[in-house]
């Protein structure tokens, strides 16, 4: 079992930055990737950026030199640094993990509101 807590959501205005973390615990052994994603209000949950254990990346195109993603040694923290926020950016972001056992398995944690306003 793996447990997933985002922090660091809130208010903000267009072109600000938020910071969120993602702390793991439980079995954190099995992790092989972990990522963001969100869910704006009314649509889908979509990729917002993925961290291997080896630190490879990937993005979603509209967050690409916009939002980093970083992570710990040890698969103890996930981060993802958002800058330039535009509303369209306002969602509920999940922290997500996926573990290397086969089949792999989804953790996800309760998730965290951003919201881009003026």
């Known amino acids: 079992q793996v447990q997933l807590v985002e922090s660091g959501g809130g208010l903000v205005q267009p072109g600000g930055s938020l910071r969120l973390s993602c702390t793991a615990s439980g079995s954190i052994f099995t992790i092989n990737t972990m990522g963001w994603y969100r869910q704006p209000p009314g649509k889908e949950r979509e990729l917002v950026a993925l961290?291997?254990?080896?630190?490879?990346?990937n993005y979603a195109d509209s967050m690409k030199g916009r939002f980093t993603i970083s992570k710990d040694n040890n698969w103890n923290a996930v981060y993802l640094q958002m800058n330039s926020l535009k509303p369209e950016d306002t969602a509920v972001y999940y922290c997500?993990?996926?573990?290397?056992?086969?089949?792999?398995?989804?953790?996800w944690g309760q998730g965290t509101q951003v919201t881009v306003s003026s």
């Open positions: 961290i291997t254990s080896a630190g490879n990346t």
């Open positions: 997500n993990a996926v573990t290397r056992m086969i089949p792999p398995y989804d953790y």
